[in-house]
């Protein structure tokens, strides 16, 4: 029966850890770089792996007490979550880490209105193109 509840404790830990490592990699390193792609696949089976060994090589009541860290935190950050944002607005982890508002630096404004000042240029010739057939 033991061995039962081990399993489940595992599994539940690792989904725990999972959720975290997740989030952190998402904060940490974003998630529009390369790194920050490819870190969560890295570094989720490694800490999940080390940390479940962990609780395998405890003996007694360390094990629980260690297993219980993750699943609170998680329990923790989603009460939190709920209480602060509420059921109406659920974002996605990647809406979380990424940024609220971004600094629009003059260069890209520039560029912008250079790129509005062409489109309107070639809308404006197209219509008098299209007019000039219409007269023919």
């Known amino acids: 029966m033991e061995f039962y509840i081990l ?11 999972g ?15 390369l790194f920050g792609k490819i870190a969560p696949w890295v570094l989720m089976p490694l ?3 080390s940390y479940d060994f962990m609780l395998l090589t405890r003996q007694g009541t360390s094990r629980y ?21 509420g059921m109406d607005e659920l ?7 990424a940024p609220q508002q971004r600094k629009v630096s003059k ?4 560029h912008a209105e250079k790129i509005r000042q062409r489109d309107a240029r070639r809308q404006e010739e197209t ?6 057939l219409d007269k023919k």
């Open 65 to 85: 007490v260690l297993a219980l860290f993750p699943i609170a935190v998680v329990a923790v950050i989603v009460l939190y979550y709920k209480k602060n944002h």
């Open 91 to 97: 974002l996605e982890p990647h809406e979380l880490a």
């Open 107 to 110: 260069k890209s404004l520039k």
């Open 19 to 33: 959720i975290l490592v997740y989030g952190f990699c998402l904060k940490v390193f974003g998630n529009r770089s």
């Open 47 to 49: 800490i999940v792996i």
């Open 7 to 17: 399993v489940l404790l595992l599994s539940l830990v690792s989904f725990a850890l």
């Open 127 to 132: 219509a008098r193109r299209l007019e000039n």
